[in-house]
């Protein structure tokens, strides 16, 4: 079965410090998709990136940069110079395409940052 | 191009009363997700629909939920009767399946509160 895991459960960073959120996953396929979301105190959710399984290169979006490692299954999100904005819960998300459907994700229990200014 | 859009934003209810949650797709997406978002169980997937057929309901907490999807651009969540349990968040979301890349795109969600 697949299974996300957020161990970081709220992490607080001081503005322009570098923070870096965790997410680790579960698999048995071996074409999946990842995905990470924002979810700002306004509640609505907000796609960030996705990754599919074959594609290990890291990317970077201007402060954001993504981190995926197949060998420790994990696909790490890296704010860098963080910004009060950046304040909210981020989720990090699976889906996997085993008999070509959907599926739908299935997140982890995401990380609230704060960040302070 | 409009989002999904979800009805009510807010509804407060007391227990053992009927609630049904709305919700339109984006137009020409094929799949429809209903999730729940409360803080002890994070976002949990209830039930998705591909061409307005329930594909996998075992997320449904019970017999009281129920989903429905009588077109391509309506689909309904109803919780009867309510109980102070089923307070949530729902989100409704949107796919389709000529993507590669599976993204899902929600609605803003219909925060429900069962007193």
């Known amino acids: 079965a697949q299974k996300v895991t957020q161990a970081q459960t709220e992490i607080s960073v001081v503005e322009k410090e570098d923070v870096t959120l965790d997410c680790v996953y579960e698999?048995?396929?071996?074409?999946?998709?990842l995905f990470w979301y924002k979810q700002p105190p306004s509640g609505e959710l907000v796609f960030l990136i996705r990754?599919?399984?074959?594609?290990?290169q890291n990317e970077i979006s201007g402060r954001y940069s993504w981190n995926f490692q197949k060998s420790t299954s994990s696909f790490n999100f890296t704010i860098t110079a963080s910004q009060v904005v950046d304040s909210a819960v981020y989720f990090c998300?699976?889906?996997?395409?085993?008999?070509?459907?959907?599926?739908?994700?299935?997140f982890g229990k995401g990380t609230h940052l704060i960040i302070q200014p | 191009d409009a989002g999904v859009i979800q009805s009510p934003r807010h509804e407060v209810t007391e227990m053992g009363q009927e609630v049904t949650l709305r919700c339109k797709p984006i137009?020409?997406?094929?799949?429809l997700f209903w999730y729940r978002q409360t803080m002890m169980r994070g976002l949990e997937l209830l039930i998705y629909?591909?061409?307005?057929?329930?594909?996998?309901d075992s997320g449904m907490p019970e017999d009281r939920f129920s989903a429905k999807m009588p077109n391509a651009s309506f689909s309904t969540l109803k919780i009867q009767p309510s109980e102070p349990r089923d307070s949530a968040v729902y989100f409704c979301?949107?796919?389709?399946?000529?993507?590669?890349?599976?993204?899902?795109?929600f609605g803003e969600g219909s925060r429900l509160t069962v007193l």
């Open positions: 979301a949107s796919s389709h399946s000529g993507q590669v890349n599976r993204e899902l795109f």
């Open positions: 698999t048995r396929d071996t074409t999946y998709y």
């Open positions: 990754r599919n399984s074959f594609d290990e």
């Open positions: 998300a699976l889906s996997e395409v085993s008999g070509g459907g959907a599926d739908g994700l299935t």
């Open positions: 137009s020409g997406h094929d799949y």
């Open positions: 629909f591909n061409n307005n057929v329930p594909i996998d």
